[in-house]
């Protein structure tokens, strides 16, 4: 089953290139699941519903967040009621939204998970004991598990995929909008990126406007970030994996224009 996974979706220039090649990344690699990053997808920071509702209504099967999850309050109560948008699974217990879900579709099942590092990060319960904590039930739905690891640091991305080789399907990190050049297929069978890259303008820093981001820089005073528009691209990877065994076969880079 191959897969394509988007990332990072910076504002409406990122929802705009998504929506303007999806359909044809889909067509012409075979996609048969499609999973996005979307916590900066609304004005390029946090998600709201109706932006929830537009990305999923492009074909895509589950959209992945991460720290800025609750950026935009009217998420809060939404989460419950979409399962196809989920939040890093190591929140603490009771806290509103799911961190997993299962997708069924022409006789395949399929998980995706969400996680958060904690270097750099909000302070969360551990990722590796939490996400070993659930595959067993995983496993019990499908052998083909995805993880969503929203993390700053690369060690600690690159330490959850050794962790979970083997284990999981595909293991690719999120968070720093700056896609990396290290795709592989660790030994034991799971596909792992440091980063998938970012979804919006590439003439930016980090899909915001340049100027502002060097005027907080250089004064270290507030400033509202703007969204930028120029030079827009769609980053994210192709993963192919066996249907029976849950191994990944392939994974490669992905990044249009």
């Known amino acids: 089953m191959r897969f394509l996974i988007v990332g990072d979706i910076v504002g409406k220039p990122g929802r705009q290139v998504l929506a303007d090649n999806l359909e044809v990344i889909k067509e012409k690699l075979n996609i048969e699941g499609v999973i996005v990053n979307g916590e900066n997808a609304a004005g390029g920071l ?7 509702e537009e990305i999923l209504s492009y074909g895509v099967d589950v959209i992945t967040t991460g720290n800025h999850i609750w950026d935009k309050k009217e998420i809060v109560d939404y989460i419950d009621y979409q399962p196809r948008l989920i939040r890093p699974l190591n929140y603490p217990s009771g806290v509103p939204g799911r961190g997993w879900v299962a997708v069924e579709g022409k006789g395949k099942k399929w998980i995706v ?7 750099f990060m909000p302070s969360l319960d551990c990722p590796f004991r939490r996400i070993e904590e659930e595959l067993e039930d995983f496993r019990r739905i499908t052998n083909m598990i995805l993880l969503d690891f929203h993390a700053e640091a690369s060690s600690e991305k690159i330490a959850m995929g050794w962790f979970l080789d083997g284990k999981v399907s595909c293991v690719f990190g999120t968070h720093t909008h700056v896609a ?13 990126i440091t980063d998938i ?6 003439d930016s820093v980090l899909g915001v406007k340049t100027e502002d ?23 994210g990877i192709v993963v192919e994996i066996d ?6 076969t392939e994974i490669s880079r992905l990044s249009i224009s």
């Open 213 to 235: 981001i060097l005027s907080r820089f250089l004064t270290q005073m507030p400033i509202r970030y703007r969204v930028a528009k120029d030079n827009v691209k769609l980053n």
């Open 243 to 248: 249907e029976i065994t849950g191994r990944a």
């Open 180 to 192: 990396t050049a290290d795709e592989r297929i660790l030994p034991q069978g799971t596909a792992y």
């Open 197 to 202: 890259g970012m979804t919006g303008s590439h």
């Open 113 to 119: 998970a969400n996680m958060s590092g904690r270097v």
């Open 46 to 52: 946090g998600i709201v519903p109706e932006v929830c």
